[in-house]
C-alpha cells in the first residue's frame, strides 16, 4: 500500500510539473495568435489604404500582393513583428543572416532601419568618403575595400576641346566593361565617371561653343546610361577668368540636361576646386544651385618651383600661406557649405633632390611624385635600420620627411604623409564640419591597410541602413504568417482529423489484451498511457473554452482536475491474468 502511495504521490508531482509548463506555453501561444491577427488586420489595411491610393480594385494577381506586401510595412509593424516572432524569423532565415531579431532596430530620431553586424565595415550616411580609380591603375581596384568608399569615380573621360567628344577611346572602352564597377555596386558605393579638362587653351575652346557642351552631355548621359553610374564628376583645371560666367552655364545646362536625359535616378555632379591657383574663377555660391558635392583638392602644394616640402601641409612650413588651413579658410569665407564639402587627400608624397654647393649654400630641385606604396617599399623596415634613418614628423605641416644624405654631397628628401598624419587632417576636416574626405588616388597604397584603418576608425560605423529588413530577405516570416491565417481553418480542420486519427488508434491499441496487461502490470507503461490521455485532454478542454462558455483561466482548474481524476480511475486498473493460450 505504501508503496502504491509513493507511486502516486510520485506521479501527483510529475502532473504538477507537466501542468504548470503547459500552462505558460499555453499562454504564451493564445498570446502570439492575437498579435498574429492584430499584425494580420493591420497589414491587409495598408494594403488597401495603398490600393485605394493607386486605384487599384478587385483581386490582384499573387505577384503584384508580393510587391506590394514587401514594401508596405511600417517601422512599429516590422519591429513588432520582429519582437514577437523573431525566433520564428531567425529559425527560417538563420541566426547569423544579416538581418535576425537580435541586431535590427528602428532609429526613430533618424527614421531607419538600422543593423549591428561587427564584420560589416560601412561609411556614416552623414559622412563622405571619395575615391578616385585612375585607369592607369589597371587591376588594383580588386583590393579596395569598397565598403569604406560611398562614391567611387573613374578617371576619365578626357575632354575633347575641339568636338565636346573624348580622346581617349581605349579607356572609355574599359569603362564600358571593368567589372569595378559591378564590386562597388555590390557594396552600395556610388559610381561617377570624371571628366577632366586641363589648361587655359582646352577650357577656353570648350567653353566658347555651346555646341560642344551638348555633344559631351550626350556622349556622357549615354556612359552613365550604360553602366547604371550615378553621376558625374568635372575636373577642369586652369579655368580662364573671363569663362567664369560661362562655366557656370555649362554647369546649369550639364544639371537640366542630365535630369531630363537620366529618369530612373536623380544624378549627382561632383566638382573639383583647386587648392590654391584660380580657385577666385570659380563661382561657388552659384555653383552651389547645381552641385551635389564640392571637392577640395587638398595636395600638390609643394610639387613645382617652390621650397621643398609637404605635398599637403596641415599649416604653413616654408611657403607662406600654403596650407591646407588657409586653403579650407578661403573657401568658407566665400561661404562654401561644409555640408556638402569633402577635403580630398594625397596618397603620395614628393622627392626632392638637394646639391650642396662649396659655398656651404644647399639647392634642392623638385624630382618626382612617389606613391605610398613606393615609399614604404623604398624604406622598408630593413632600409632604415641600415642607414641609420628616422623619419621626422614636421608638426606645423603634420608630415613626415627623411633626409638622406650622400659622399658626393648630394640629398634626396621625400615627404609623405602615413597613418598618423592622414589621420590628423582627417580630424581637421571633421573639426570644420565638413562631410568628409577624398582620396588620390586609389591603388596608390595597394598592398597596405593602414591608411584603409584609419579611414575606418574614423568615418565607418557598425551600422547598416536598411530599408526593408523584412522585405530585403524576401520576407518569409511575413508569408509563412500569412499562409498560415489565409489557411487557418484548412490547418484547423486537418489538425482535428489528425488528432481523432491518433485517438482511435490509441483506443484500437488498447483492445488487444497484451497492450492492456503490459500497461496493468508495468508501472512505467501506465505512466505513459495518462501522459498521452492528458494530452488529448488539453486541446480538447481548449477548444471547449474557445468555442463555448469556459472564456477565462478555469479551463486550467478543469484540465487539471481531469488529470488528476485520470490518475486515479488508472489506479484502480485491475486486470485479472490471462492465461495465454
Known amino acids: 500500500m505504501n508503496h502504491c502511495l509513493k507511486n502516486f504521490a510520485l506521479i501527483f508531482l510529475s502532473f504538477i510539473l507537466v501542468f504548470s509548463s503547459c500552462r505558460r506555453q499555453t499562454m504564451k501561444l493564445r498570446s502570439s495568435v492575437r498579435r498574429t491577427q492584430n499584425d494580420a488586420r493591420y497589414f491587409n489595411r495598408d494594403v488597401n489604404n495603398v490600393k485605394n491610393l493607386l486605384g487599384i480594385q478587385g483581386d490582384e494577381n499573387k505577384s503584384n500582393n508580393d510587391s506590394l506586401a514587401s514594401n508596405i510595412y511600417t517601422p512599429i509593424d516590422q519591429k513588432n513583428i ?20 537580435s541586431n535590427f532596430y528602428w532609429d526613430s530620431i533618424q527614421k531607419v532601419y538600422y543593423v549591428r553586424d561587427r564584420k560589416y565595415r560601412k561609411i556614416k ?49 574599359e569603362w564600358r566593361k571593368t567589372a569595378m564597377i559591378d564590386s562597388a555596386k555590390l557594396k552600395k558605393t556610388k559610381i561617377l565617371l570624371t571628366v577632366s579638362s586641363h589648361g587655359y587653351k582646352n577650357n577656353n575652346s570648350f567653353l566658347g561653343d ?19 553610374a550615378d553621376g558625374v564628376d568635372i575636373n577642369f583645371e586652369g579655368l580662364p577668368y573671363l569663362k567664369r560666367g560661362s562655366f557656370n552655364r555649362f554647369i546649369q545646362a550639364l544639371r537640366k540636361r542630365l535630369n531630363q536625359n537620366i529618369t530612373n535616378k536623380t544624378p549627382i555632379i561632383s566638382m573639383t576646386l583647386p587648392a590654391v591657383d584660380s580657385r577666385e574663377i570659380f563661382d561657388v555660391l552659384h555653383l552651389n544651385k547645381f552641385v551635389d558635392l564640392f571637392v577640395i583638392m587638398g595636395y600638390d602644394y609643394n610639387t613645382g618651383p617652390q621650397l621643398q616640402g609637404a605635398v599637403a601641409p596641415l599649416l604653413p612650413f616654408e611657403t607662406e600661406n600654403i596650407s591646407l588651413n588657409n586653403t579650407l579658410k578661403y573657401y568658407l569665407d566665400i561661404g562654401i557649405d561644409p555640408k556638402k564639402t569633402i577635403l580630398a587627400l594625397p596618397y603620395y608624397g614628393s622627392m626632392w633632390e638637394g646639391t650642396l654647393s662649396e659655398d656651404g649654400s644647399t639647392s634642392s630641385m623638385f624630382e618626382r611624385k612617389v606613391t605610398y606604396r613606393e615609399i614604404r617599399s623604398l624604406f622598408n623596415e630593413d632600409f632604415i635600420t641600415r642607414n641609420k634613418l628616422t623619419p621626422v614628423l614636421e608638426k ?19 615627404w609623405f604623409d602615413d597613418d598618423y598624419t592622414l589621420g590628423k587632417k582627417y580630424d581637421f576636416a571633421l573639426t570644420n564640419k565638413l562631410k568628409g574626405v577624398g582620396i588620390w588616388a586609389l591603388g596608390y597604397d595597394n598592398g597596405y591597410n593602414e591608411l584603409w584603418d584609419v579611414i575606418e576608425n574614423k568615418f565607418a560605423t ?42 482511435i488508434g490509441f483506443i484500437i491499441t488498447l483492445s488487444d489484451w497484451k497492450v492492456r496487461d503490459s500497461i496493468a502490470r508495468n508501472q512505467f507503461h501506465r505512466f505513459i498511457m495518462v501522459m498521452i490521455v492528458f494530452i488529448f485532454l488539453t486541446p480538447i478542454v481548449y477548444l471547449i473554452n474557445e468555442l463555448f462558455f469556459l ?11 481531469l488529470g488528476v481524476l485520470t490518475l486515479y480511475l488508472t489506479s484502480l486498473i485491475k486486470i485479472k491474468s490471462i492465461k495465454k493460450p
Open 551 to 561: 472564456k477565462s483561466n478555469w479551463k486550467y482548474y478543469v484540465v487539471f482536475i
Open 82 to 101: 520582429f519582437t514577437s516572432y523573431g525566433y520564428i524569423y531567425d529559425a527560417i532565415n538563420g541566426s547569423d543572416d544579416l538581418v535576425n531579431s
Open 210 to 228: 555651346q555646341s560642344k557642351w551638348s555633344t559631351m552631355i550626350d556622349s556622357l548621359t549615354n556612359l552613365l546610361k550604360y553602366r547604371d
Open 125 to 173: 550616411p552623414e559622412n563622405e568618403v571619395f575615391g578616385w580609380h585612375p585607369y592607369w591603375m589597371g587591376s588594383a581596384w580588386k583590393s579596395y575595400p569598397f565598403e569604406l568608399l560611398s562614391t567611387i569615380s573613374y578617371f576619365s573621360y578626357k575632354l575633347d576641346p575641339k568636338t565636346g567628344s573624348y580622346t581617349n577611346p581605349e579607356q572609355i572602352q
Open 396 to 414: 606645423k605641416s603634420m608630415t613626415n620627411y627623411f633626409n638622406i644624405n650622400y659622399p658626393d654631397n648630394t640629398s634626396k628628401e621625400v
Open 462 to 503: 557598425d551600422k547598416l541602413k536598411v530599408e526593408d529588413p523584412v522585405g530585403q530577405i524576401e520576407g518569409y516570416p511575413i508569408k509563412v504568417s500569412s499562409y498560415i491565417l489565409e489557411k487557418r481553418d484548412l490547418l484547423l480542420v486537418t489538425s482535428l482529423f489528425f488528432l481523432f486519427a491518433v485517438a
